[in-house]
């Protein structure tokens, strides 16, 4: 050790190998991973319902109860990744599995793309960008954003594309382009903007780079890149989610909440904890001189900085908009990071740090989801009460159900009826321009088709005691059109709310499963 604390390099190894950085990815996939194969359905906020839907897309048309209430209309929308790719799997093995092997799949390709884009930008192959592993549990994750967080794997992956084919001609290249462009328009339509957003960093840097050129074959450079993105202007033109762009809303609160998701999940203190051990270590590199970060990601930080401050948060009619882009933006950046592991304190350092960060994320994750699958599961078991091809309300115990992180998994459980009983559930996704997936006709002014909150038991009360003639609510007179009602977010003595129209079926961790009772005439 020199005098003032550097490490002395005079015993130098060579960096990780190729080999054995292929090795070590597939090791922390396989570790990550652990979570997603122990919990049959892990519970996370959308996933359900988009698991659901991934069901009747795989067996609507084989199901009579299922063909009954839903339909499915191939269109050309903006968050269809999922859609063609789990329900082809669940003609194989059963949708749960298939579920679990496209968030496998989702982790690898991000975790993946992160290390192409470091390979890209720095010329080798190396494990620095294994610290995005810790990262794939995050909050956004929790929600079940499920085909925008596949969307930030491809970013990844077509931006280190690229820049590695930086030297072909650019028909090629812009060909490769719009190919990435249209695959992440199906993804989703934030992940266009990603992929923009990266060409940008690195076009800005390019043109920088390249400022003794004269200003003319700059600018043809710097626009070039833009003809990938035309594909877009007829897919949005053809696409039912133009309708919805009037749907947009800024919110000024919550910045600070987007960027506090890349790290949050069920404890605040082990996400503090975790951050402060990787800022110690950051800073013990840096004060080494032993991390470098290449200028795009600077630029890259810079203008997604910007931008995020600028997005509302409802776009499109999605919400969270720009909470979501903190996470992709943690993704990308960490491929901009190169981190010296020439000497062995340092490599084995590094792999220490990782494998301590990622232990301790997985093991909260674990044992959070085992005492939350517990209610799961028993909702599962619930669903075996409802007669098949029924039809299921769901409400509120309270207002602010579902606003703690670990009710999440609850918010859209009913949708488990869909899978285990073919019952028309109204929650499930079912919003023109957003999802293939439609109610019939008959039975659209039974669900929800706003993405909105249920209602709460006390609504319902009103309603069935004093009806509104004028109500256009879906849940208007729902003692005759009803089956089963669902109230979430129950208390531990929490009491039939209206025995005369409900009779108690299940009283679960969290949840009361009701049968209505048929008003008589």
Known sequence: MRPNGTPRFDQRVHDFSAGQVGVMLAVMILLASMPIWTHRLPPLSDYINHLARMYVIAQGASNADIARYYAIEWQIIPNLMMDLVVPWLGRVVNIYLAG?????????LIVSGTMALHRALFGRWSVVGLISVPLLYNHIF???LMNYLFGIGLVTWGLAAWIAFERWSWPPRLALSAAIVTVLFFCHLFSVGLYGLGLLSIELHRLWRHRQRPLSERALTFVLP?????????????????????EISWEPRGKIDGLMYVIETYSDVVSIGLTAM?????AWAVRHRLVRVHAVGWILLAVGAAVYLAMPRVLFASFMADQRMPIALAFM???????????RLVRRGFIALLLVVLAVRLIEVDVSWSNLSVTTGEFRSSTKR?????????????????????????????????????????????VQGKQILHVRPEWRNLVDQEDGTPPTIAQLI????RPDPDS??????????????????TGDETQNPDPTRLTLVVDGDRFQLYRINKPTA
């Open 142 to 144: 929790l929600l079940g």
């Open 472 to 489: 256009r609510q879906y849940w208007r007179e729902w003692p005759s059109r009803f089956d089963y009602l669902y109230v979430l977010f």
């Open 100 to 108: 679990q092997i496209f968030t496998v799949a989702m982790f690898a």
């Open 226 to 246: 833009g003809i990938a993105f035309l594909p877009v202007v007829p897919l949005m033109l053809a696409s039912p989610t133009l309708g919805l762009a009037s």
């Open 386 to 430: 409802i007669k098949p091809g029924s039809k299921v309300l769901v409400a509120y115990a309270v207002s602010s159900g579902g606003d703690d992180v670990a009710d999440l998994g609850l918010v859209h459980a009913a949708c488990i009826a869909m899978i285990e009983r073919q019952s028309l559930v109204t929650t499930a996704f079912t």
């Open 278 to 282: 990787v800022v110690a270590a950051a």
């Open 333 to 343: 950046l960490l491929g901009c990071i190169d981190v010296r592991l020439h000497h």
């Open 462 to 465: 009103v309603e069935a005691e």
